[in-house]
């Protein structure tokens, strides 16, 4: 008889790790991280994807999953790796589940796992915070008793109760992004670029420059006319994670700033601070050691923007 | 059809932009942003007749409703027709709704719902009729059927409760009676016609009450007698017929719907590729509404069963396969079905279950198939009744031996744990009968033991309060009073207790009777029962399928204030058991059953003389198939479940992975070196 841990077929082994970065964009940023994980399992599945899967009495599939955008917040830089029983190509399995994915979620970068945890590699979070309604002027001045404060404490509800944390303490740096109007259409990242020299993670596999597309188009559907300050800020990644909404809340807390709509929070980037500051892409390392990937064609804009 | 949303030349204006940024004010936030995988977004132009779909409950809930799924992909297929669904929304966002002016909307394209032709609301269950109130009045459209115009949604209401709408009647404009599958498409065609020809909403309404299987409340009086009874309901126009009768889709596999399940973003309750594999039921169970209104039995072939898997699992990456129907075990192919789905889908990471009423040693059997390789958590048997003579009354015959032999078998291959199902407040049950429950929980603990060789077996007994429903012999029973319900699962749980040994190894799950009490008021409810439902509603009343919403001195004082008028109230409707001449308010409405038969059948209910299953043996002329021009359609089909080469996997399987799909593109596997 067949049942407990031992079934009649054992699982396959993993042979082969991916460590794929992906954008949870649009509607799809109203997604907790379960309903995530669980699109995700669905869209391997459809995409046939030979994902490993665990021993036991209840075997799920390998997937390990590394900090998160919280609900609500989009992102351009979440990672999981994925065991395999067999070794495929990252660009052909990029491409198979990016074409299955639900709406809003894209596949961005897929790379071969090298040596070392993923989770090494992870310690910082860039974050493009915009503000309809705000004057970014009044966003300069907030954001400038922000950083003169020494510490700025916030109060978050958790599970567990009330939570207060020090935001100030997690703060890399904070910059008020220009005027979106300002700026080249097609050129948005180069904000998330001052915001630390080098926020981009180097190598975009798949994305390139058209990763922005929708993220402008989020900020272009709001109605014209009215401001939106925009800030982008590099948060060390501490416990509890100091969020998009607590830096908010620590805006309000020094400078009385009170967005009057719920802001629209992205993480551009997620990897290790470097000695001056810069984010490390932390998929450069596997892709050093394990080979690039020649770029494949990518189509831009499947997501529709909404 | 709507004048009053917004439009841009003629084109609903979506709501999206405004109902954003109240999404983060709420919980939950994803069940209201559509984007599901396989839902489909037509342009509003492309289509003649718009359909807004409607579960009047929560996201959770509504989205894996097998019957709104199948007919959001009928209508969607229609070049002339767009379909869209809506669900309730949870009273935080309602309530910011309000506020902001957002209306009800679909998820699909966020269109509100009050720009559709139809809003096609599907009734699993009677609680959800405030609900119903709650969307139209989010929606903007009037309460009341009479206040709607030309420039207002057809309601129209479907699904097992919609066979008595009457306590409904004054607020949907349709009633479609029976399977949908069809009817929508009738519908749409009337809908279409009528638009491009100009027809007023009550020469529409006219012309739509002759299709079959549509009843059209608002073209029909009801006059009551003295006692408050019915006295008789009766067309008001040459435009209604005097009797309506059910639709019924005869081949199955014609329809293999849904094709391409729609896979949320947002946990639901079901997140499963679900196979409808018959529908029907002939067991003849006297207190299932569901066995009785969906005669006769029609099967899906094997190879039919088998392509749906197929093609539903490739397209939704679920890793569990549901069989339903109301008593899947009962298939005549199930064993070659179960046994081809447990070859095909061994080591690919996927479950199969099925919903089964059977209490033997089959049932046992197809779920070892079914688990061949998975776990084995938990195996359910329906007895339904607690004494042999409460079974024959109730017409579900499984012995006390059978059960017990039944169980152990479970037990011994590999079964931790036994859930058995019982209803308490059945007709002419004492506490004696539900006292039997504890007596033969205890049994199958010690017989578990025995047969599993440990004394870490567990039983579950889980109860529901019985609802006398319409179109059931039970249409005439008296209904429990919650207080002798509860006071009978009190002794119940006492008497489970009274071995604290065995005990200890038995759960006891129930609710308390007060809102069964509720369900029976409108399930035998008629035209004055809507009084209460508006008030209910009115006083702040929704969502009273979830016990934290549910409020039971709500709708009592409700009624008591709504319905003396009319000479009777809530224990009139419930408590009281019915004449063989009383004029029940669903009468004109025909599920095929003859009024005859399901007298008689109470009648041998009171007797507890029990009735065979006519998928076996000969006709008992219940009356549906010469009524409908129906016939049971059962196997063997011939056919192999698929095609050899796609069905069976090309390489033995040795290992297990995580996916039943193959792709091309991944097939081939990687070169083992980089370039």
Redesign the interface.
Known sequence: ????GA??????PTV?KVRMRFAKR???R???H???A??M?????????????SHG???H?RLSWIGAAP??AASEAEFVEIGL?????PS??A??VDA?L???LSVLDVVRAGPGALADRIDTSVWRIAMPGVEPQALVEAVAALEAAPVVEVERMTKNGPRTLDVRAALVRVDVMPPLDDRHPNDARSADDASGDDGRPAGDLLGGASDGAPEVSDLR?RPHGSACGTLSAVVRHTTPAVRPDDVVSALRTVAGLEPP??VLATRTAQGRLGASAELLDPLEEDRAT??R??HPERHVGEDRP? | MSLDAPTRGGVPEPVWDRLEPLLPRVRKPVQYVGGERNATVTPWEDAQVHWALCYPDAYEVGLPNQGLMILYEVLNERPDALAERTYAVWPDLAALMREHGVPQFTVDAHRPVAAFDVLGVSFATELGYTNLLEILDLAGVPLHAADRTTAHPLVLAGGHAAFNPEPIADFVDLVALGDGEEVVGDITDVVAAAKAEGLDRRATLERLAGVPGVYVPGLYAVDYAEDGAIAAVRPTTDAAPARVHKRTTSDLDDWPYPKQPLVPMAETVHERMSVEIFRGCTRGCRFCQAGMITRPVRERSKRGVSEMVEQGLAASGYSEVGLLSLSSADHSEIGEIAKGLADRYEGTGTGLSLPSTRVDAFNVDLAEELTRSGRRSGLTFAPEGGSERLRRVINKMVSEEELIATVSTAYEHGWRQVKLYFMCGLPTETDEDVLQIATMAHEVVRAGRKAAGRGDVRATVSIGAFVPKPHTPFQWAAQAAPDVVDTRLRKLREAINSDRSLGRNVGLRYHDGQPSLIEGLLSRGDRRVGRVIEAVWRDGGHFDGWSEYFSFERWEQAAARELPAYGVDLAWFTTRERDEHEVLPWDHLDSGLDRGWLWDDWQDALDSREQDDCRWTPCFDCGVCPQMGTEIQIGPTGEDMVAAGRMLPLTPVESRTSTPVRNPALSGGAAGSDP
């Open positions: 008889m067949s049942r407990g079934a009649a077929h054992p699982s396959a082969a649009g509607r799809a109203f997604s907790s379960r309903d995530v669980r699109a399992e669905w869209a391997l599945r459809r995409a046939g994807v030979p994902v490993s899967l009495f209840s075997p599939p609900t609500g029983t067999r070794d495929l190509e052909t399995l491409r198979e299955v639900p709406e809003g559907d709509v719920p394990t080979g990937e020649p909404v």
